[in-house]
C-alpha cells in the first residue's frame, strides 16, 4: 500500500504564489505517472498537470503558471503555482500510478482570494 500525503495548501491573493508537495511512502520512481488534479466546489475533479513517460500534460488552464517537478530521493512531487487566481480555489490532489494501481491523497485546499 502506497500513502500520498499533501501539504502546501492556503489562503492567498490573486497573483500570488503557492508550492503544493507531495510526499510519497514509497520511491516515487516506481509511478510510471505522477500528477495533480483540482476539485471546485460543485465542479467535477479535473486534471491539473501529469508527468507520464516523459512527456508532461498541463491543463489549458494552467499553461505558463504552474509547474510540476518531482525530488526522487525525498520522494515527493511539488507542484509550484505562479499568478494564482480565483478560479483556482479548489482542492488539490496528489495522483500517482504504480504497478496497475491509482494512489490519491487526502487533497490539501487552495483558496485564492483578496
Known amino acids: 500500500q502506497v500513502h500520498l500525503v499533501e501539504s502546501g495548501g492556503g489562503l492567498v491573493q490573486p497573483g500570488g504564489s503557492l508550492r503544493l508537495s507531495c510526499a510519497a511512502s514509497?520511491?516515487?520512481?516506481?509511478?510510471?505517472?505522477l500528477g495533480w488534479y483540482r476539485q471546485a466546489p460543485g465542479k467535477q475533479r479535473e486534471l491539473v498537470v501529469i508527468?507520464?513517460?516523459?512527456?508532461?500534460v498541463l491543463a489549458d488552464s494552467v499553461k505558463g503558471r504552474f509547474t510540476i517537478s518531482t525530488d526522487n530521493s525525498e520522494n515527493t512531487v511539488y507542484l509550484q503555482m505562479n499568478s494564482l487566481r480565483p478560479e483556482d480555489t479548489a482542492v488539490y490532489y496528489c495522483?500517482?500510478?504504480?504497478?496497475?494501481?491509482?494512489?490519491w491523497g487526502q487533497g490539501t485546499q487552495v483558496t485564492v482570494s483578496s
Open positions: 508527468r507520464t513517460l516523459g512527456r508532461t
Open positions: 495522483n500517482g500510478q504504480s504497478r496497475g494501481y491509482d494512489y
Open positions: 514509497s520511491s516515487i520512481s516506481s509511478f510510471n505517472r
